[in-house]
C-alpha cells in the first residue's frame, strides 16, 4: 500500500529493505505510514466482512419473522371468517327457533280453539253449574280439582291405611 505521501504525490511506494518505511519517506528523512495503512485496510475489510454477515443473518432473521407473520396473519383471518360464520348461523338458528316457537304458540292457540269448539258441538256446556249436581264448590275447591297434585295427608306417600275390624264380623 502506498504511504499517504507517496499517494498525494503520485509516486511509486515502495518499502524499503530492513525498514517499515518506504524508500522515499527513508530518502526525505520523514515518517512513513505505509505499514499502518495496509494493517487498517486489512481491519476495514475484516470489519466490511463482519457487518456483511451480520447483514445476512438479519435477512435470514427477517424472512423467518415475515413468514411467521404471514402465517400468524393467515390463521387470524381464518379465524374471524369462523367467528363471523358463528355469529351469523346463531342468529340464523335463532330466528329460525324463534319462528318455530312463534309456530307452535299458533298451533297450540288453534287447537285450543278447535277443542273448545269440538267441546261445543258435542253438547258439553262452556261453565258447569255444579250446584245443579247439590255440590256447592267454592272457587278454591274448583282450583284444587284442576290442580292433579297429590294431596297431603295419609295414604298419598304410597303407604297403606289401617283396616278398623268392626264387631259384627264374618
Known amino acids: 500500500m502506498p504511504c499517504s505521501w507517496c499517494f498525494k504525490?503520485?509516486?511509486?511506494?515502495?518499502?524499503?529493505?530492513?525498514?517499515?518505511?518506504?524508500?522515499?519517506?527513508?530518502?526525505?528523512?520523514?515518517?512513513?505510514?505505509?505499514?499502518?495503512v495496509?494493517?487498517?485496510?486489512?481491519?476495514?475489510?475484516?470489519e466490511q466482512k463482519r457487518v456483511e454477515d451480520q447483514e445476512a443473518d438479519a435477512e435470514e432473521e427477517l424472512f423467518v419473522l415475515q413468514t411467521q407473520l404471514q402465517t400468524v396473519v393467515g390463521r387470524l383471518a381464518r379465524l374471524?371468517?369462523?367467528?363471523?360464520?358463528?355469529k351469523e348461523r346463531g342468529s340464523e338458528l335463532l330466528r329460525r327457533?324463534?319462528?318455530?316457537?312463534?309456530?307452535?304458540?299458533?298451533?297450540l292457540e288453534s287447537l285450543e280453539t278447535n277443542a273448545t269448539t269440538d267441546a261445543h258441538s258435542l253438547g258439553v256446556p262452556a261453565?258447569?253449574?255444579?250446584?245443579s249436581f247439590g255440590l256447592d264448590l267454592s272457587?278454591?275447591?274448583?282450583?284444587?280439582?284442576?290442580?292433579?297434585?297429590?294431596?297431603?295427608?295419609?295414604g298419598s306417600s304410597g303407604e297403606t291405611l289401617p283396616v278398623s275390624q268392626g264387631s259384627g264380623g264374618s
Do not use: I
Open 139 to 154: 272457587e278454591a275447591d274448583l282450583a284444587a280439582l284442576a290442580d292433579p297434585a297429590p294431596l297431603d295427608g295419609p
Open 9 to 36: 504525490r503520485t509516486v511509486p511506494c515502495r518499502m524499503a529493505a530492513s525498514s517499515s518505511r518506504c524508500a522515499e519517506c527513508v530518502r526525505r528523512g520523514r515518517s512513513c505510514d505505509g505499514s499502518s
Open 127 to 131: 261453565s258447569v253449574d255444579w250446584s
Open 80 to 86: 374471524r371468517r369462523q367467528k363471523r360464520f358463528l
Open 38 to 46: 495496509a494493517s487498517a485496510l486489512t481491519k476495514l475489510m475484516s
Open 97 to 107: 327457533g324463534l319462528q318455530s316457537l312463534d309456530e307452535l304458540e299458533g298451533e
